[in-house]
């Protein structure tokens, strides 16, 4: 077999000999030419064959060469096919482990997916109760007293922490803490903000987790808890002095019942809202001033009618006996002095004008004594027609305070709008104050007019039987006489 280097090269030395006999030449060495070329081909040949040779021999030793490579690469080959027979053995092994490994690892899987539920479930619910924790104590009065007692839920809360047993009896412990705090009623001392903003120490009284009460200096009254700051503050409005006598009554373990807010504050700050009487009147409007005259006016007839009724007051009953007893002796002179003692009383005044008439007719004796009832009843009446009339007008003048109220709200709405309810509520109020003004001045009036008529009544009844058993008693002494 030849080398392909070797048959490249003897093709180009052909090719340069065939070219070297075509070359033209002169005539004259065309001969020497064909002698010095043939020269060269034999030359050229001859280094041909010996390359030729040489290649066969580079040949011969690359393909001995060949062979012994391909012997160790066939050796290689079989090394490397056993080798690769192992290693599927070893891989098969391996895959046969992994399969294992895997059905392990998915029941490991399984298990821990089924313990981290079960830790999801237990961490949430503990989270769930110490925020249900934490609200409870930041809502409860004694955070006031212990400002940091629920801080260590927050790392719970915020998930910064699995919870331990240790947190978990840290909390049951605080809960069954708060309970009994709940169920307590506590005397101590500690700090609160007072009605002008400055914080103090004060004595306090907290009535579980519903009502807290404090005393300052010579200030007693309720305190209100904000959970936001965790903080006392004194009531802005204090209480009636029936509640503060209550409170300090309590505090110095003087008495065993005590005034409390069972809503947490809610009914306390209705406190603070809560308008008195003559705070209501100035909402009414200029109409609640003509109610509030009237009441003035009715209250002073009132006084001046008891006034009048206390000093005409007398036993009437035992007065008759001694003037019949001094009738049957015909002591009329003594009579007369104790009419006269008594005359400014209304019935001694009538029985007196009705002595001048002892000795004449029986009808002129019932006649005078009806002249003077009559001229007393004007002077018992007095007034009592005009009260009469300030309990009809009050109510009236309520309504008509109504009817502009309501004039100011409809102006309200008609330039406003009904956007924002607080701008009617001037006219509102306007309304049901004076009506309530008007009602209230309106019953008591009519209630005490109805009670002066009755005794006006009463009064007039008896003195027309006293002037009768008066000309009973004079006629049955003349008839006495005579017989």
Known sequence: MKHPYIIHKGMVLIALVICCTFVPAGAQDMRQTHVTLARQKKVMQEKAAQELKAARREAIAQEEKIKQDRASLMAAINAIKAKNQRLKKA?????????????????????????????????GFIRSNAKDLESMLIQSLQSALDLERHTFLAPLINQEKFPSMEDIRHMVSLLFTEIQASGEVKLTRGSIVDRQGKERMADLLLIGNFTGMYTLDDETGFLLYSDQSRRFFALSKLPSARMIANIKAYMNKESGDVVMDISKGGALRQLTHELSLWEQIPKGGPIVWP??????????????????????????????????????????DECRVLLESKRKKLIPKVLLTALEFKDRERVDMENALQEAILGEIPHIERFLSTLGMLAAIAPLLGLLGTVTGMINTFHVITYYGTGDPRMMSGGISEALVTTMLGLSVAIPIMLFHTLLNRRVEMQISKMEEKAVSFVNMVFKNRNSCRE
Not at 303 to 314: H, N
Request: hydrophobic residues 50%.
């Open 91 to 123: 891989n098969a092994d391996l895959l046969a482990d992994i399969e294992q490994t895997k059905s392990r690892a998915d029941e490991v899987r399984e298990s821990l997916a089924e313990t981290q539920a079960v830790n999801r479930e237990l961490s």
């Open 291 to 332: 109610i509030v005259g009237i009441l003035g006016l009715a209250f002073l007839i009132l006084l001046e009618r008891l006034f009048f009724m206390l000093r005409k007051r007398m036993n009437a009953d035992a007065f008759m006996l001694k003037i019949q007893k001094l009738i049957n002796e015909d002591r009329w």
